[in-house]
């Protein structure tokens, strides 16, 4: 494993107090902090090679291209994907699966046409299908979990009946999450894309809660489309990324129009660039595109692999200390559980948990963590969420559990 107190001298953040106590930030899987490498290659491109990209023929543009493109290889490598054509940057996952969602139902769906997803989604793999249910007449069926938080009865390995059993001959996409955000179930993904695959269906996977904790390889899983955002895999907010294979992105309209992603414009008609960029109208975060690539090289150099090992072992960790305490639950399974621990203490209401808790210097989250739908299915209003990144530490988790138990016993 990397030198944990080296690796946090790399995000000074991590250094400063708040209330007068020396913070932990446990709030990851809503944003990471970012290593100074990150912010010093933006402010670089600021000073340096500050240029609109793509257009220009002069020296500034011609550099800027040449970092943005690098960056759209780099995150190629990054997932495993088999040409640059097939990433599109976006300003995150929010916005990659508005428009998958957009293109796929205007030009492969019916009224009728059913989109599967799963009672574990956040809003952002939710709420634009339902948008184009209003507006195109589609139907959104969500696929249950069970009580300890997984799609399935069976984990190991993968029994994709109870999947399968929600397939219709109006079926026309699966889009899941990777990873919850709240209960940290790990999805065995590259199962559901074979089951999906036996039914001709392709599938969309949110990896935005994955790519920053374990390597992704899109080849291997063989999804349709993957969604991902930079901020929460220590790179600038504003960016992500939008991966479909080849094949699907020729066959989806454009999203949006405007500059840089046509090919000719006319009275009588208008042709659209190839790809990547018919997705791309506008200019570019190319900043951003920057930025997020320098976060990628971070990553790889502490290895991926260990970054994961040491993510696994501060949810075990924590969970472990958690269940020693009276009247907490954990939800989400207790096995194959990744980075994030959601919890409720019996007759303490979980936002008093999580303002206490600041003011002792952990910053968590607290609410329904835009995944209402699963809240309902667990029958609470919302949780307690400390969700862990590869600065984080054991000691830390121990300054969080002996707040927590500190705050208990204020009730």
């Known amino acids: 494993m990397h030198n944990i107190e080296k690796v946090r001298e790399d995000f000074p953040i991590l250094s400063r107090e708040v209330y007068g106590r020396p913070l932990v930030y446990l709030d990851n899987a809503a944003t990471t ?46 997932i495993g994907a088999a040409k640059t054509e097939e990433i599109v940057f976006t300003r995150g996952t929010t916005e990659a699966i508005n428009l998958v969602a957009a293109a796929f139902c205007e030009s492969q769906m019916q009224p009728g046409d059913e989109v599967l997803v799963t009672d574990m989604e956040h809003h952002s793999n939710i709420v634009p299908w339902q948008l184009q249910a209003s507006r195109r007449g589609i139907v959104v069926k969500h696929l249950p979990i069970t009580d300890d938080g997984r799609l399935c009865s069976a984990n190991s390995p993968m029994n994709c009946d109870d999947i399968a059993a929600h397939i219709t001959p109006k079926t026309r996409l699966i889009s899941l999450a990777h990873v919850s955000n709240v209960l940290g179930t790990v999805n065995p993904v590259k199962d559901i894309v074979i089951m999906a695959h036996d039914h001709g269906i392709p599938v969309l996977v949110d990896a935005a809660q994955s790519a920053p904790h374990m390597p ?90 260990n970054i994961e090992a040491h993510e696994r072992d501060l949810t075990n960790y924590c969970m472990q200390q958690l269940s020693t305490i009276d009247k907490l639950t954990i939800y989400g399974p207790h096995d194959n559980h990744d980075a994030v621990v959601s919890f409720n203490v019996e007759g303490i209401h979980h936002l008093d948990l999580g303002t206490l808790l600041d003011r002792l210097g952990i910053a968590v989250r607290t609410g329904h963590h835009c995944a209402q739908p699963l809240m309902t299915r667990l029958g609470v209003a919302g949780t307690v969420r400390a969700s862990f990144a590869l600065y984080n530490t054991r000691s830390e988790v121990d300054a969080f559990v002996e707040a927590l138990r500190r705050v208990i016993k204020m009730f």
């Open 33 to 78: 902090q970012k290593p100074l490498c990150v912010l010093d290659a933006m402010r670089e491109e600021y000073l340096n090679v500050n240029a609109n990209v793509h257009r220009g023929v002069h020296y500034l543009s011609q550099q800027a291209t040449d970092l943005h493109e690098a960056a759209r290889e780099k995150v190629r490598s990054f």
């Open 216 to 305: 992704l390889d899109v080849g291997d899983m063989d999804c349709d489309f993957m969604a991902f955002s930079g901020h929460k895999m220590y790179g600038p907010t504003g960016i992500g990324v939008l991966y479909g294979k080849e094949q699907w992105l020729d066959r989806l309209p454009p999203y949006q129009g405007g500059g840089e992603m046509i090919d000719k414009v006319s009275w009588e008609k208008t042709t659209f660039e190839r790809l990547p960029f018919k997705f791309e109208a506008g200019t570019p975060d190319y900043i951003a595109t920057h930025g997020l690539a320098t976060a990628i090289d971070y990553m790889l150099r502490l290895g991926l692999d």
